[in-house]
């Protein structure tokens, strides 16, 4: 019975004296062993040494200030509502008088929760965001999580540290096409 | 003997007749075949008499003007306040005249109006973002300054953004409607045209909240529900209440149990046609003050469905019209040579339903 068409034979004979003695192939197994002792190790020692990611990897959020250091994020609830697994959340607020160094807009956030057990760094949410307000940094992981009550990220976790601003390298990558550069003040 | 029943008058909108009376306008006999071929409308507004005839929104052509008087009509006219007259042929969206200048109309109603709509809480429920995107374009190339004015607070309820405003009189007309007392409208002329006046005069009415639901746009917003949330995260839910000054028939908006929001029901074409007092829509926020009916019905299309699952939701039929329109027969020249090989055993092989099928 054929089962398919792509059987083949097998041949039964016998080896020759040389093949008999495996010697030959002993060596030869040993000539690769040998030669990789010498070649570049291709392993990374992952935590110690960290693999570069590419520019278009989508990792940690970030939640963006800009020039002056104040909140891009305006709470319209675009990022949520773009989000497939509706795992961000906010609550705005409105900007008092003294605090415009603080927040861009007359709104802005005053509760920003993802969680991150529901987040997917899908990056949809980056590509609805009309403030340039919400990023996925391409350089740094969301941590390993052990315990349930780590897993939603408030503000705190999310808004860019001054000492620590994100910078998107590569200009050529841009979430949506019409996106402004990362430094532009948007009006 | 005269005949004293109403003639009624043929009208062609966009290659569909329907029979209306006298003196209705082209907008109303549109909005009779209802769907796209009603033209959109900023300003007009069905309940308020004298509404209409300022946003241009609902400009068509008239490629007939009447049975007797078959030439087209020189200009575009406005529908929201031009009468049909018998044998009138209208083309709305299959004109590209027409088209063409309702991009135009939203380029022009959006030159002073600020982007601001990620602050703005009209977003989601607002007739100039719905006008925009469906006829406008996507950036702008108005470069000048646009115009400002700081907001204000009219009566403890209502906020006036007057950036926003695109100038549409609703409001204007509702006062009228609702007090005898209206001073002014708008003040000024062009750029510097402004509402105001009237407006304090009415404020301390008990209808003057309705002002709210009348705006196009965000220009006048509830102060209680100031950047509460977002429209499309609430639950739009049909209510009553016996209410001794208006009809009591109301729409809840919920955030998971508390009413975040009170505003009078719309229709189908966004209208608010029974308008709700101040008391129920400020100070009435506990569900025990209401009789839920129901949830109210959302087009799907609408933003403020997303999240909400129903399963009698009608999806919108763009993304069929859309699939239909690109769909091309597969080219299959795959190689079916090796489908007809048995691989199972020929006992179950005989078992299987399609096993007397001829080759392929």
Known sequence: ?187 | MEDNKPQLFKVTIDNIEVEVEPGTTILQAARKIGGDVAPPAMCYYQPLKGSGGKCRACLVRVAAGSAKDPRPMPKLVASCITPVQDGMVVENTTSQQVLDTRKGIVEFLLINHPLDCPVCDQAGECDLQNFAFKHGMATTRYEEDRRTFDKQDIGPYIQLHMTRCILCYRCVYTADQITQKRVHGVLGRGDAAEISTYIEKAVDNEFSGNVIDVCPVGALTDKTYRFKNRVWFTKPVDAHRDCPTCSGNVTLWYRGDDVIRVTARKNEWNEVTEFICNTCRFEKKKTSDWVIEGPTKISRSSVISVNKYRRDTIKPDFQRKLAASSYTDVDDERDTSQLGIQQLPPERFAQLPHANDPEP
């Open chain 1, 1 to 187: 019975m054929q089962l398919t068409n792509r059987s083949k034979q097998v041949s039964n004979k016998e080896m020759t004296l040389a093949e008999k003695m495996y010697l030959p192939a002993i060596a030869q197994g040993l000539a690769i062993t040998i030669k990789h002792f010498f070649q570049k190790k291709p392993t990374i020692q992952y935590p110690e040494v960290k693999r570069y990611l590419g520019p278009i990897f989508r990792g940690h959020h970030v939640l963006k200030r800009d020039e002056e250091g104040r909140e891009r994020c305006t709470a319209c609830g675009l990022c949520s509502l773009a989000c497939p697994a509706e795992a961000i959340s906010m609550v705005a607020a409105e900007r008092k008088k003294g605090e415009e160094n603080l927040y861009r807009e007359e709104k802005y956030a005053a509760v920003y929760e993802i969680n991150m057990l529901r987040c997917i760094f899908c990056g949809l949410c980056e590509e609805a965001c009309p403030k340039q307000a919400v990023y996925l940094r391409h350089d740094r992981f969301v941590p390993v999580f052990t315990e349930r009550d780590q897993v939603i990220y408030g503000k705190d976790r999310l808004v860019e540290q001054l000492d620590d601003r994100y910078v998107r390298t590569g200009s050529e990558v841009r979430a949506t096409p019409t996106e402004p550069t990362l430094s532009r003040s948007a009006t």
